[in-house]
Structures are given as structure tokens and as C-alpha cells.
């Protein structure tokens, strides 16, 4: 196991080579354990030489199980009362900033990394990457959705999608550009802009493999899930 373990006295455990990955969460009992099963897996990765990684869960409004699958997990959780995925991420990245990460990895509860995510990162050699999403099980779209995703969506390197759900940046980096905005959506976007706009070198990559979820339910109004209604929006009828 490669989890970082809380220290007797709380979550500032300051570590020289410390990852932090952040996981909001609004209510994801169902989908949570498969995403810290993958996570342990990718922390677990040899090219990681050991490197402590340090998950956390954003406990945003839940009302459900969500903490008790975390906490069975070994995870650290910190709750928070806002419907927001802006704030969630920030605060989970300020909690692995605090205790000594160097590296913020984003990903989101409904998610599933490869077994090499954090690898190919830090592999990169650059202050943040953003990488691309693919979904498992389409069966709650109509097939004209799906392939309407996919003759438009770009997997491959030298894209320019942004996915909370598959991204990374440096611990220096994010606290030059400024954390996540508060914002219930497209604040991946925004700290990617802000990124930019402090000449920030980034990995538009699609080595980095994140499996995310198609529900019709989505938590987040420009998650990804939800960006998939809008094209069932646009597809005539006839379709």
C-alpha cells in the first residue's frame, strides 16, 4: 500500500515526495470504491519508486454512504456544505498542499484511472497535464449520441480538452495561478486558463487513461455527463 497515513496528531504530515490526488464527491456511494480501487492500483505503480500518495475525498453535501466507502478505504475526507465543485477541489488541493504534496492530481468520484495515471504525469516533466476521458458503458445513451461523441472528440496528444476528472499540475504551479476559481462548473477550465496565462508548460496528452461515467444523472451542470445531454439536445429527432 502507498497511501500516505494520517499522523496521531491530523492531516499535516509534510513529506519531501508526497502526491495528492483530489476526489469530489456529492452523494457517490455507488461509484466511489471502484474509483479508490483504481487510485490505490496507481499509487502502487512501480515507476512511482514508493513516492507516498495521499487520495482525498470532498465530502460535498453528501448524504449518503459516500464517507463510510472512503473511510473503508483509508482514505482521508473533509466535508464541506457548499454544491460546488470549484470549492471541493480547492479544498481538497489546499489540504494535500498543507501536508506537503508537490504534485495535485484531479480526478472525479465516478471515475477509474489506469494503473499507471500518476506515472505518466510526473512523466510528462511539465507544470500540469490535462488528459483525455473514455466511457465504458454507453447503455443509458442512444447509440446517435455516442457517435455523435465520437466523431467529435479528440483522444489522441496535442488535444485541448479539459476533464476534471484526468488532470495534474504542479504544487507550484497551482499556487501561482491561483487555485480553483469557486465555480459549479468549467472550473477545470478556468485554472487551465489561468495556467496559460501565467506561461505555465502544459501536457495536452492522451497516454493518461481516465474511464468516467455516461450517466444521464450528472452531479455537475458542465461535467461531462452533462455536456453529453447537450448533444442529445442538438441531434434531430430523426436521428
Given amino acids: 500500500m502507498r497511501f500516505a497515513r494520517k499522523d496521531p496528531d491530523g492531516f499535516r504530515i509534510r513529506r519531501q515526495n508526497l502526491i495528492g490526488v483530489v476526489i469530489p464527491a456529492h452523494n457517490e456511494e455507488h461509484h466511489i470504491g471502484a474509483c479508490l480501487a483504481s487510485l490505490r492500483l496507481a499509487a502502487a505503480f512501480p515507476q512511482l519508486a514508493g513516492e507516498q500518495v495521499m ?22 475526507t473533509v466535508r464541506l456544505q457548499a454544491r460546488n465543485v470549484g470549492r471541493a477541489r480547492a479544498v481538497g ?8 504534496a508537490r504534485w495535485l492530481a484531479f480526478t472525479d468520484a465516478d471515475s477509474v484511472v489506469a494503473p499507471d495515471w500518476l506515472a505518466a504525469q510526473l512523466g510528462l516533466g511539465t507544470d500540469a497535464v490535462c488528459g483525455t476521458v473514455t466511457v465504458d458503458d454507453w447503455s ?26 484526468n488532470l495534474g499540475v504542479s504544487a507550484p504551479a497551482y499556487r501561482l495561478a491561483g487555485g ?37 444523472k450528472w452531479r455537475a451542470p458542465g461535467g461531462f455527463s452533462a455536456t453529453l445531454e447537450r448533444l442529445a439536445c442538438d441531434i434531430p429527432a430523426s436521428a
Fill in 55 to 76: 487520495p482525498v475525498v470532498v465530502l460535498d453535501t453528501c448524504t449518503d454512504g459516500t464517507e463510510s466507502v472512503a473511510a473503508a478505504a483509508g482514505v482521508r
Fill in 93 to 100: 488541493a489546499r489540504l494535500a498542499l498543507d501536508a506537503g
Fill in 140 to 165: 443509458e445513451h442512444d447509440l446517435a449520441i455516442r457517435e455523435r461523441h465520437l466523431a467529435t472528440y479528440e483522444d489522441r496528444d496535442g488535444h485541448r480538452h479539459v476533464h476534471g476528472a
Fill in 180 to 216: 480553483f476559481p469557486p465555480l459549479v462548473c468549467h472550473e477545470d477550465v478556468a485554472l487551465v486558463r489561468a495556467l496559460q496565462a501565467i506561461g505555465a508548460t502544459i501536457a495536452w496528452s492522451a497516454a493518461l487513461r481516465v474511464v468516467t461515467s455516461a450517466r444521464r
